[in-house]
């Protein structure tokens, strides 16, 4: 009965699937490598993803009532520059009509 084939996707390669065999290239060092870059690329997605979408999701409620935040460009709430032009004016606007 002919042995089967093994394919890794990490590091792309194939080999006669033994057990010795299978542990051998599962333990060694090219193989852990390449599973770690394999891994650490989502991890880069990810970061990113979370950066430009859910990082800077909530509103600092500390720039809302103030205008400043102690933390500036690198607080990791969003802070409104346009909204509150539109505040501070409708309010005027409120107040001369």
């Given amino acids: 009965m002919p042995l089967g084939k093994y394919y890794c996707d990490y590091c792309d390669k194939q080999f006669q699937d033994t057990p010795y065999a299978r542990k051998r290239h599962l333990q ?8 770690a870059l394999w891994f650490d690329s989502f991890k880069l997605q990810d970061a990113n ?21 102690q933390y500036g460009d690198s607080c990791k709430y969003f802070h409104p520059k346009s909204n ?3 505040v501070n004016a ?8």
């Avoid at 993803?49 to 935040?69: D, L, M, P, S, W």
């Avoid at 409708?90 to 009509?97: A, E, P």
């Fill in 90 to 97: 409708q309010g005027v606007s409120g107040i001369s009509r």
């Fill in 84 to 86: 509150l032009s539109n």
């Fill in 28 to 35: 060694g060092l090219q193989h852990l490598r390449a599973k």
């Fill in 49 to 69: 993803q979370a950066y430009t979408e859910g990082f800077r999701k909530g509103v600092c409620n500390h720039f809302i009532k103030t205008g400043f935040c």
